[in-house]
């Protein structure tokens, strides 16, 4: 199904159970409106999340990655969100080499109780996707080529 | 897999900007779907009834409910599964409410995303497998941190219900903020004679461990089996022995120190016992004014000491206690009144705040219940009391009403006229919140009875005028400015959660808010859990509480706890790691990113390889995402899993 005709990109976002997405859901409790490109994957913790998926997302006709986990220190997990900030820092560094703007993908930290800091991320992200306009396709066996050297390298 | 989508309305809520038929309609598409409808409500009996029988009638092994979060109905609807004989895991959530339905206005976009993310949850759902849970036993033993009146009560209750308690308190009395009050409001009760004997059941109590001037140094373990290791901070002076005679505390010639329990109002001796009801009634060294620890000179507690319990020598010392649940009631912290300059708190000696004016009137405190000026020591005429110094001030990131301020400002109205009749008293307020049992009734009291003047506006500023202070503000009521002379001017101090409460929160894997508050499980409906199974909170520490509220959140944290522990059994999550012996390489990645170090090494036919405790896992994954060769992967969150969503949104 084509997204609305063009109104809205496709954003995938990667949240944590316990604290990003309960932010989210505290959003929503607070109806905060948001735009409504982005879509959640939940996983228990942001550590869990393999840069693969981002990229994989990207490659796979995503316009938008956003991840999101607990503040640094407020971990479920004791210090996942400090393997995912290694991970996604090294990442966004790396998504240029082969050819995603770096623009395309952030990662944050919210709170289960910073609803309205969720709809302030959303919204900023979604604005900042628009902007980018729709991710140029990777295809075939450029795609399959991006994947071997991604799997090689991360 | 035939896979059965419910789609709810939840009444308007989902309904109202989504069209829930047509969700449902187009996921009957989506590979794996045999059956798809909406329904009203699905968390409902007749809703579930629903689920459960077309389950039976379409032959179905997986469920896709689109409703609200998986943070409130997932386990109804693994239950439901169950009732009707699949594995609880074959079930998948849709969170077409908070995602959904309430952040958006715009129907088609939002049905649009609906059928997005039913079609996410279908796409995951057909590579989930059944799990199963294993049983293990619990240690019925509780840990209760903090010994104010919350903790106190929770203690209390489950040791009454036949617990072992663990009761670890970091200052050397429990008793919390309550024992430093001199009365309670609406009742006007003394505040230590009926907290006293509370704090002495606690002491003689059977089944309670009272580690007072200790704190949590390690939280290790999971719900059941908590292991917690427990400083026990050097207080030189061999408890065991002291007998809490007081004899070191009247000879100590170190009489400058610190007071915390006084509120630093006047001083104290280098020993000391807190207050005369302290439980434990022991001494303790402060060793910041201790000669003989200072300077090696002096000695006369250790001379004098009957029983020899003085040891200068003394270290910090650890011990690790094994407890099933924890319950988290380490209060508040006052607001550090010296930001409002304007008001002139730690500049001028005769602005106090209210915590020390209730020193000032117990009869255990510096004063010996007398008011008195702390400059000269002259007995006020004219109080002013100035509220919401700390609360509902966004300027100062307190935006929230501490609750408790209305009505201790008008109980101390009312006791400085019993202290001294014929002083007048102003209290400068911005709205009296008085919402509990009585207690709107007791501020009018402090008005029409004890003829408290209440003006409403804020103080501008409090400047000397010769030995006594003036105060203006506005009246907003009158419409004007106001100026009060005043021999003494009280600030009724908000609440902020305490000092180092966000390090004990890192411990216990417990969430806080943006103002360190510790969060509930969910507002309304679990106001006394955490998201992390087994652990509970008592009073203010997680949000500011008067006293009855804070006994009640004790007892009901109780509650709780013996509810869990009234099985033999807990069933664990198995939504944990598994290692993939063939695909494992033996790297070790996994053991070494382990936050909980539930990963060992083992020997399989000489090779080494990784294996789980599964005891210990928390599943949060991250040696899923490290392992190079995806050999261990976290249970329900697959790669295959996950990656099944991610193409499920980016590929159609």
Redesign the interface.
Known sequence: MPVLEGKELRIVGFLCNWCSYGGADTAGVGRFTQPTDLRIVRVPCSGRIDPMFIVKALLNGADGVLVSGCHPRDCHYAEGNFYARRRLEVLKRFLPFIGIEPGRFEYTWVSASEGQRWQQVVTGFTEQIHKLGPAPKIEGADAEATLKLLEAAL | MRIGVFVCHCGSNIEGTVDTAKVAETSKDFPGVAFATDTMYACSEPGQEGIINAIKEHDLDGVVVASC???MHEPTFRRTLERAGLNRYLFEMA?I????S?????R???T??A???VR?AAAKLLNDQPLESKQFSINKRVMIIGGGVAGIQAALDCADGGLEVVLVEKTTTIGGKMAKLDKTFPTVDCSSCILGPRMVDIAQHPNITLYAASEVEEVGGYVGNFDVKIKKKATYVNWDACTGCGLCTEKCPSKKADDPFNEELGKTTAINIPFPQAIPKKAAINPDFCMKIQKGKCGVCAKICPSNAIDYEQKDEFVTESVGAIVAATGFDLFDWTVYGEYGGGKYPDVITSLQYERMLSASGPTGGHVKRPSDGKEPKNVVFIQCVGSRDKSVGRPYCSGFCCMYTAKQAILTKDHIPDSQSYVFYMDIRSPGKMYDEFTRRAQEEYGARYVRGRVSMVYPKGENLMVRGADTLMGGQVEVEADLVVLAVGAEAAKGA?GL??KL?I????YGFY?EGHPKLKPVET??AGVYLAGSCQGPKDIPSSVAQGSAAAAKVLGLFSKDQLASDP?ISQVNIKRCIGCGKCIS?C??GAIKEIDFRGMKKAEVIETVC?????C???CPQGAIQ?QH?T?NQ??A???A????
Not at chain 2, 97 to 100: A, D, L, P, W, Y
Not at chain 2, 618 to 622: A, D, L, S
Request: a negative charge; glycine letters at 6%.
């Open positions: 979060t998986p943070r969170n409410r908070e995602h959904v309430w952040i958006g206005r715009d088609e976009a939002n649009n995303k059928i997005d993310l996410m966000s929160a890192e894997r969430s806080y808010d943006s969060m998201n992390t939504q990113t936050p909980f928390q599943g949060c994954g991250i899923t995402s490290t976290l969150f790669d996950i990656l969503e991610v193409n949104v980016c590929r159609f």
